[in-house]
Every structure is written in C-alpha cells, then in structure tokens.
C-alpha cells in the first residue's frame, strides 16, 4: 500500500514530538506523519528520571556547563557545538514550561535544580524523578492537538528507501495487518532513539534496537564514533527487574556507592567520588566487582536522607524498588552499571543534515559533536530540544521546494511465514551476551576480534533468514542490532586508545592520531 506524506518522522520521543509540534506551526499546511513500532510513549525520553541540563541559577553560568561539558567528553566534544547547543536551553526550557511540562519547585516557589555526576553546579531541571514522562506526556498532548499531524502507532521502519544518496521515504511494517507499505516523503527524519538492547545489561525500553542508525548506514549515511557507548553505573540489580535505571539525581542528593559490607569505595578511584563522570564509576564499579567476586554493589541513600525527602524526592524509584521488596528509605539500593546512551551515531549537524539529501537525523540516533567521549549527565535531552529545534527551521526553509517521489513497491520475493522463530531469539541471545563479555565497560584487542568473528557469521546467518522468511518486527530488530553491533566492534577495534567510555586494557593511554572513527557503507 503506498502512503505519501510531506514529513515522515520516525520516532516518538523528545526529539521526533517536539520538532513535529514545531514543524506544524512553521508549515501549517505540509502534512507531518510520525510512525512508532509500538504505542507513542514507548521510548527512552519515557524512561529519563534525572532531568534537562540548563543554566538557570544565577551563579552558573554557559562558560561552566561548557566546561563541565568537553571535560567530560574527553577532548573529543565540537566546541562550537557545545556552546551553541548550551546557550539555547533557558530558552527551549520556557517552551517547555508552555506546553505544559511542571518541572519540580523548591519550599520559595523556584525550579528545584539538581546536580549530577560531572556538573560543577546544581544545573538539573526535573519533575522529581519522573521527568521524561512528564516531558513526553505533555508533548503527545501538543501533538493531538495539531490537525497536520498524524501518528502511526505499531509501524516499524524496515528500510529507508534511498537511490544515489537522496532519501524518498520509507517501507514501513503494518504490525497490525502485517504488510509492508511505502511512506513517500519530501523529508525524512530519524528520531529513533538509541540501541541499548544490543547489551545484556540496559536501562533502554526493548524498542531501542538501532534502528535509525542501520537503516541510515543502509542508506549511504556516514556512522562516527560508535566505539563510545555510555554504562549508567546504577541500574536495578533484581532478578525480576528488567531495564530500571536508579538516576544518578540520587548520588547529587547525597546517595553512596559502597560494596556488600557498606565500605564506600568512590574515593580511591576520583576525586568527585560519587559524583565522578559516568565512565569512571561504571569501572570503578566493574573494578570492585571483580575483585570481590560479588554480583552486584550497594546505593545508599537512607543514611543520609529521610524518609519524606527519599519519598518526595525519588517517588518512581521509591515506588519502583517496593515492588521488588526493597524499601529505600531503610535499606540500599543493589546496583550494577548497564547500557545507557549511545554517544556515537549517524554523522549529523545541529539541524540533523546528513550526507543523505533529504534525511536528517536528531537526538540519540545522531553523532552531533555535542557528547565527544562521553555524555556528561542530562545534556541528552537538552540536545533532543535543541536539534529539533534548529531541524524545524532548516526544514521549514527548504520544503515548499521539494516534491514527493513515489517508489516502487515492496518485494517479497519468495518469502515465506517463519516456521523457526528460534533462530532470531537465539541470535539475539548470542549477540547481546557477547557484547556484553567482549565489547563492553573493559575491553581488550582479543575480545574485540573474538566479536568481530561471532558477529560476521551471524550477520551472514540473520541474512539469509531476512530475505528467506517474511519481515516481522522481531527479524527487522535482529537485523538492525547486528548491523549497529558491528559498526560499534569495528568502530572499537580501530581505536588504538583508551578515551571517555572506550577503555582498552592494552591501549590505556590517549593518542593524538585519532578525532573520529568514521564508518561508512561498504564496511
């Protein structure tokens, strides 16, 4: 079935809501579609409980968050880019106090401003710990109320439809009625998120599977530095919890890592402690972890706060941990770091522009220059708001030029119904547990090639079984994740270098040969 829309965006978080919302005042009369594998609200921006970096209080300043900002990414952030990106946040914050969003107040009736891990100064604006989904709330509010806009829940992107690096749209999979349409477009644009599900361990919903970067890389879109994928150092360690990330808010109110006995064990490894950046606690972490032989440490946080500031304060996690028996308000949290952000993605500038005509990508999907070597905590939604922002204009300017192309159908060629399911559950398995052992907080030259074999063969097997067998979400997932999973390990081996979140036991100090680690199509 084709479909023809002038703004196709994939995605439904921050990035993908608040550029559509601005797009329909821009260009009132352009129709703007936005397609989501699953239900609108499932997506990482759901998910965020610390909150948007802004320079609010008046003894902060741009020049500080800018710091805090290339320290943290390790002398690989765009300097111009971070500054750029910074000095817009008060301003795309009151917008979002106008479409509705209620970031938390102090006891005097100002924005309540956290700190974070990284942060010089109490810079973090939330709604307690739930601010991703007051954030993502509000935006879905806005949008229903934009007759131009259209949302198509349950349909997943399989493939860009992309000829001499110009992109003319998507195929789309009808979850519902399981066929595969054409969405032909003036404009595309990826907000698709990250690809936290290529790990074991993840804070990231199971929709974050890469999708937006295969498919860009698929289409001719150049990938940059892959190899930095960020671990949250605090994640839910339960044997019945799934992807549930304990903010690091909580450390900048005064919560304590320690190991099993209760020793703290930050001060040995930074001179911020539990406020150091997020690579250096994730192995701090990993380090204890290993030398101890233990499964998980401890965040405690009822020490040192009571119980009606833990409970108004932390009212997601407070809720969270109780259905899993744990009371944080007595007890510490058990914790283990995880897969959290993608700091690496397809080449894009501030607008979203790519190397592709016609597509743009914003948010975690994009490699901007904004995070370097490691995002410093709550700039990502900073830059979702941004970028849209700056993409709204750009496109605005540049579409009543433009006309739509269709393109040919779908070819199923001689697919047939999957009779071995099995083999996608398997696959997915396999990947992401030696992502985990191989490619992850510490990596080694071994482990790296050791992947880069696994992940040959099976992207040669996931392949085959692609075009033998009929597409459903599953196997567009399975394909997607191994695509990304190579690009990181390619990405990770030719980085002879330890820097921000890549940490290579044999390279363990910094060189000045490498900026970026470009990959494009063909490997």
Known sequence: ?????????????????????????????????????????????FNAQGGIACVW?????????????????DDLCDENI?????????????????????????????LDLGQEGGHSERRILHVNDLTGKNIEESLIKRVKECDNIEIKEKFCAVNLYSRNLKCRGAYVLDQKTEEIHNIASKVTVIATGGAGKIYLYTTNPDVASGDGIAMAYRAGATIANMEFFQFHPTCLFHPFAKSFLISEAMRGEG?????????????????????????????????????????????????????????????????ECLKFGID??????????????????????????????NLYVIGESACTGLHGANRLASNSLLEGIVCAHECSK????????????????WEPGNAVPSTEAVIITQNWDEIRRFMWNYVGIVRTDKRLERAKKRINLLLEEINNYYWDFKIEKNLVEL???ATVAKIIIVSAISRKESRGIHFNIDHPNKSKLIRNTIIKKPW
Not at 82 to 110: C, Y
Not at 328 to 357: Q, R, S, W
Not at 394 to 409: D, E, T
């Open 1 to 45: 079935m084709n479909h023809t829309t002038d703004v196709l965006i994939i995605g439904s978080g921050i990035s993908g809501l608040s550029l559509a919302i601005k797009l329909a005042k821009l260009i009132p009369e352009q129709n703007i579609t936005i397609i989501t594998k699953e239900k609108v609200d499932d997506c990482n921006t």
């Open 82 to 110: 971070v500054k750029r990106i910074i000095s817009q946040a008060p301003e795309r914050i009151r917008e979002l106090i106008d479409m509705g969003v209620t970031f938390s107040k102090d006891n005097d009736g100002n």
């Open 255 to 319: 919560a304590i890592l320690t190991d099993i006995s209760g020793r703290p064990f930050m001060e040995i490894y930074h001179p911020l402690k539990d406020l150091a950046p997020r690579d250096v606690v994730s192995r701090a972490i990993d380090s204890e972890l290993k030398k101890s032989g233990d499964d998980h440490v401890l965040l405690d946080i009822a020490s040192y706060k009571d119980k009606s500031f833990i409970k108004t304060h932390f009212p997601g996690i407070y809720e």
């Open 57 to 73: 209080d008046k003894g902060d300043s741009f020049k500080k968050h800018v710091q805090d900002t290339l320290i943290a990414g």
């Open 479 to 481: 394909r997607n994740l």
């Open 328 to 357: 944080i308000t007595h007890e510490p949290i058990p914790v283990v770091p995880a897969a959290h952000y993608c700091c690496g993605g397809v080449l894009a500038g501030i607008n979203g522009i790519t190397d592709v005509k």
């Open 394 to 409: 750009l496109i605005a300017n540049n579409i009543h030029a433009l006309r739509i192309k269709s393109f040919k159908p």
